[in-house]
């Protein structure tokens, strides 16, 4: 190496030619060990989220992993039977028990009565029947299963019988409307199944075996067919649609969604499932899209035209809405609390992000309060203005003075950059008390389908997949206004054949429908 030297270097460049050499080696060694600083983050963040608590509540349990398979062997036999009961003249009341079971269920007395001879005192007396003492026990018979049998009246003059029905003067009762004309599917039928899948995430295949232990032939691509046709015969979701596009404040989300045989497309390509819910404490709407793509295209094409506020998460395909005229953009608080959350979990900074979170729970804290106090969207917006700008003023003065000492790329860095490049549309709620803090709502009306997702893994078709964002909207929809799910498809699915028009149908969806309306038409099919 000395040859290349035109002549050998002095003392002095020595030692400055080590100490280069030196520094470089030295940069190379902190990169390395950020480097492994990150990965060992990344390491520790994906080990809470496979073994650590959902919650986001900081507590003292939050180090300890969460049970995963014994919610039997959790529990004592000590908690069997510890209902209390106070004994009343005529029956029992509970106390500090479990719930008492719905009066709507049909009761069937059991009278356990003293033998004869224990109805005497002491000297022979009849003793007097002073009261009595009632517990009730659940019992659980399966499904009862029927068939509505149609018997269609056929009637021709006296001495014609034995005629065909076509034939002239022959006169047959007409079948009352069907919500599928042709098979064997009724609105209890249908009830059943679509509430089985797209609320208790039963996948079809597995209805399919359930029936056949009742010897009943139900093949899941009949089954498939079935909500397919309502889907695309009575136009629920462009109605659903429509409608969504008029509340003033909207949330969104999506999730992904495998669909095969999509055109031009591999079976492995990612879909998505679109999620908006319209309304505050009114009358919600939630309506599910199925769309191949989240391309801002997309966004743009499914809410053209729309004017009003938009509540998502930081995805960068809702910065779309940034430069949309007409619309407010407003963040979502939970998300960046979330990112902070994490950061708990890291052994860099983690005291800082834990600081950070306890900041935003104070933002929280004024959500209770106004909810608590049942405040008017006016009164909101002032008590946010009082309580809560204070707390965000402080918190990216916080934020600020601490990014340049915390590496861009750590958690706690990342969740510093997201919170601050979305400052303007997280601070938007402070202004409207019809805003929520978070987009909350839309991801738990999103849960059921991300649950559902796990057992039938993909959707068959691309009908298919918007035959069940039909499905998931209609029930979603109705949960969310009070409405069991179950008698709600069913009085909907008796009542659509009659109605011919879009607007008797849309009379009948979930967010419009009065749910008392429903309640008595459960309770008179009960009784």
């Known amino acids: 190496m000395i040859s290349t030297f035109e002549k050998l ?191 208790d995430a039963v996948p079809l295949y597995r209805q399919e075996k359930v029936f056949a232990r009742y010897d009943i032939d139900m093949p899941r691509s009949t089954m498939c067919s079935w909500f397919i046709y309502l889907n695309t015969h009575y136009n629920l979701s462009e109605l659903m649609m429509a409608d969504v596009t008029l509340y003033p404040i909207l949330g969104a989300d999506e999730t992904r969604v495998q669909v095969h045989d999509e055109p031009g497309r591999k079976d492995a390509t990612t879909s998505w499932m679109w999620v908006f819910r319209g309304g505050g404490a009114g009358r919600p709407l939630i309506y599910y899209e199925y769309v191949p793509s989240r391309s801002r295209d997309v966004i743009g094409k499914l809410l053209a035209g729309y004017r009003g506020v938009i509540q998502t998460d930081g995805l960068a395909v809702y910065e779309y809405f940034d430069k949309s005229p007409g619309i407010t953009h407003a963040g979502c608080w939970a998300h960046g609390r979330r990112n902070f959350f994490e950061a708990t979990k890291s052994c860099v900074n983690a005291e800082f992000a834990r600081t950070v979170v306890d900041t935003i729970r104070k933002l929280y804290i004024v959500e209770d309060e106004a909810r608590d106090r049942k405040l008017s969207y006016d009164e909101i917006a002032a008590l946010r203005q009082e309580k809560s700008k204070p707390v965000l003023d402080k918190l990216k003065d916080m934020l600020e003075k601490r990014r340049p000492a915390i590496a861009p790329k750590s958690l706690t860095g990342k969740a510093i950059t997201y919170v601050l490049n979305r400052w303007e549309s997280l601070c938007v709620y402070l202004y409207d008390g019809r805003i929520f803090i978070d987009n909350n709502l839309v991801e738990n009306a999103i849960r059921p389908f991300t649950l559902g997702r796990k057992n039938w893994l993909f959707s068959g078709s691309p009908r298919g997949a918007s035959a069940s964002a039909m499905m998931y909207s209609l029930i979603e929809t109705a949960k969310t206004n009070g409405m069991e799910p179950y008698w709600y498809l069913r009085y909907l699915f008796e009542k659509l054949p009659y109605a011919t028009t879009p607007e008797a149908r849309r009379s009948l969806l979930p967010h419009v429908i009065d749910p008392a309306t429903v309640e008595n038409f459960r309770l008179d099919a009960v009784n």
């Open 9 to 199: 270097p002095t003392l002095e460049e020595l030692n400055e030619i080590i100490l280069s050499a030196n520094q470089q080696i030295q940069r190379k060694e902190n990169e390395h060990e950020n480097e492994i600083k990150l990965l060992k983050m990344q390491i520790e963040l994906l080990n809470f989220k496979l073994y650590g608590r959902r919650s986001e509540k900081l507590s003292p349990e939050e180090v300890l992993q969460g049970r995963l398979f014994d919610e039997i062997e959790s529990h004592t036999e000590k908690e069997i039977g510890n209902e209390k009961q106070v004994e009343v003249k005529g029956h029992t009341r509970r106390k500090n028990g479990r719930r008492p079971i719905p009066e709507h269920f049909p009761r069937v007395e059991i009278v356990i009565d003293l033998p004869d001879e224990d109805k005497l005192d002491t000297k022979g007396r009849p003793l007097k029947h002073i009261g009595d003492v009632i517990s009730e026990k659940l019992d659980i018979i399966p499904a009862k299963i029927e068939v509505k049998r149609y018997i269609r009246r056929k009637y021709a003059m006296a001495d014609s019988l034995n005629v065909e029905e076509e034939e002239p003067g022959v006169k047959t009762a007409a079948m009352p409307p069907q919500i599928i004309p042709q098979g064997i599917a009724t609105p209890g039928l249908l009830a059943f199944i679509g509430t089985s899948k797209f609320c």
